[in-house]
């Protein structure tokens, strides 16, 4: 299991400096859409360049122009790039058919995907390697936890890999370690706690086993 560590609503430099203190915790650093939002492409190739030891993910939430899109945050740098599952299987297919070329990841995030069976068996068939349970901060509101799509996800999948994001932090994830996604994606669990350094320790220690 890796540790995906989303950068949201930091700086560049600031999210430089939290990546050196807590380098050792994590797997994978995700350029998250709101920090795609202000530094583009340069802040995926500033990432990959500090950290070339580290995989990158570019949250791109692409919902058209599959190929293209995908294609700029591979050649930026990416390792992985999310493609939002609502949005149409051919967009979906220029997505899995970029990151084959680059030898890299598809990540489907299935974010308002209603019917999650269904639409994983789909994306499985068109190749997609990773889907992604993911519940927003505006479902959290209302009580919803990505650990129910979770289980539902386990289950319908056969051959994607899965990760999973929403509100994880130190003290709610042993329940999902228990179900083993190969993704762990914590955010401001670690990026804004008191102590970042011992939170993201923590969590390594727990998906590691040590």
């Not at 489907?108 to 390697?129: F, N, Q, S, W, Y």
């Not at 509101?141 to 990505?146: C, M, V």
């Not at 993704?183 to 350094?197: A, E, F, Q, R, Y």
């Amino acid at each position: 299991m890796k540790l995906q560590l989303a950068i949201d609503d930091l700086t560049l430099e600031e999210a430089i400096e939290l990546v050196k203190k807590v380098h050792d915790s994590i797997d994978i650093i995700e350029c998250g859409t709101p920090f795609i939002y202000e530094y583009g492409m340069n802040g995926v190739r500033t990432m990959k360049r500090e950290f070339p030891d580290k995989e990158i993910l570019a949250d791109l939430k692409i919902m058209d122009a599959g190929y293209y899109e995908a294609e700029q945050a591979l050649k930026a740098g990416a390792d992985y790039v999310t493609i939002l599952g609502v949005t149409d299987n051919l967009t979906v297919k220029g997505c899995v058919d970029a990151c084959n070329a680059y030898g890299k990841q598809c990540v489907v995030d299935m974010i308002c995907v209603d019917d999650l069976p269904t639409r994983i068996a789909k994306m499985e068939e068109i190749g997609a390697h990773f889907v992604s349970v993911h519940v927003g901060v505006d479902q959290q509101t209302l009580g919803r936890k990505p650990i129910d799509d979770l289980r539902v996800m386990k289950e319908a999948v056969k051959t994607a890999s899965i990760s999973v994001a929403g509100g994880i932090n130190e003290h709610t994830l042993a329940d999902y370690i228990a179900l083993q996604p190969e993704i762990l994606i914590i955010g401001s669990g670690i990026t804004h706690s008191k102590d970042p350094v011992q939170s993201a320790l923590t969590v390594h220690k727990a998906i590691k086993g040590n």
